[in-house]
């Protein structure tokens, strides 16, 4: 199994470094794409565990952002929290900007896997300048694909506690009682986010949002469709499988 990084460059940026660099005969450069649902971020997991890569997601620096004193934030970090403090997107130049902040990490030895970024054409046009500002490119776009319908199933199944906020699932990861956490004996309960009429509307939008992405991926030859069916195992092979193909 590859040694991973700690992440600490990624998640606070300005002059800090990783305690742990991993140093890969073959690091991989990807960007990572897929509907809420499917699961991408075990995916991100598991190519992280075996490969080395550093999982970058930009939701990471958000949350973490959130948890550091003022003084530890950089100026675009703040800015950041700003649009999310008032319930609103970032916008586009200030997560180019965070990114911007951590363009070194895109050399790491270790390769990388970016997750959450880019989200636009716009967005991956500015990527593409920083790579090669950088001096690496993208082995790879690897976007998770699963019929609608099924994540609408796999998510409206999802019970979540009201006390301890764990997740179960009435198939896959059923609670030992209906409807009562198995961990601190709470009610668990649907969110709204995971009712079916909520999760349509998410995925028409991500689906109309993504595709110019999708499309610009697949034009300059990048894109890699993977089927997000199966065990996360199954998955990943698949994604070995189609990566190990293009070598």
């Not at 890969?24 to 991408?40: D, H, N, Q, T």
């Not at 649009?83 to 390769?111: F, K, N, Q, T, Y």
Request: proline letters at 5%.
């Amino acid at each position: 199994m590859a040694m991973k990084s700690d992440r600490a460059a990624w998640l606070k940026a300005g002059t800090v470094c990783c305690s742990i660099q991993p140093n890969v005969s073959k690091p991989r450069r990807l960007v990572l794409l897929g509907a809420p649902g499917v699961g991408k971020g075990t995916q991100a997991e598991l190519l992280s565990q075996r490969w080395g890569a550093c999982h970058l997601s930009t939701g990471d620096i958000f949350r973490a952002a959130m948890t550091f004193d003022e003084c530890e934030r950089t100026p675009t970090m703040s800015r950041a929290l700003e649009h999310m403090r008032r319930g609103e997107l970032v916008p586009d130049e200030i997560v180019l900007g965070l990114v911007s902040e951590r363009a070194g990490c895109l050399r790491c030895r270790g390769g990388f896997l970016l997750d959450g970024f880019p989200r636009t054409v716009a967005q991956a046009e500015a990527l593409e300048k920083t790579l090669a500002d950088q001096g690496v490119a993208l082995d790879a776009v690897l976007s998770y694909d699963m019929p609608i319908e099924k994540i609408v199933s796999r998510l409206a199944g999802r019970r979540t506690c009201k006390l301890c906020k764990a997740v179960f699932h009435v198939e896959s990861r059923p609670p030992r009682v209906a409807d009562v956490c198995d961990h601190c004996g709470s009610a668990l309960y649907q969110r709204e986010d995971d009712r079916p009429e909520s999760i349509r509307v998410r995925m028409e939008a991500y689906t109309r949002s993504t595709a110019p992405l999708v499309e610009f991926y697949r034009q300059k030859g990048l894109l890699i469709s993977i089927s997000a069916e199966g065990s996360p195992e199954e998955i990943f092979e698949r994604t070995r499988q189609a990566l190990d193909g293009r070598d």
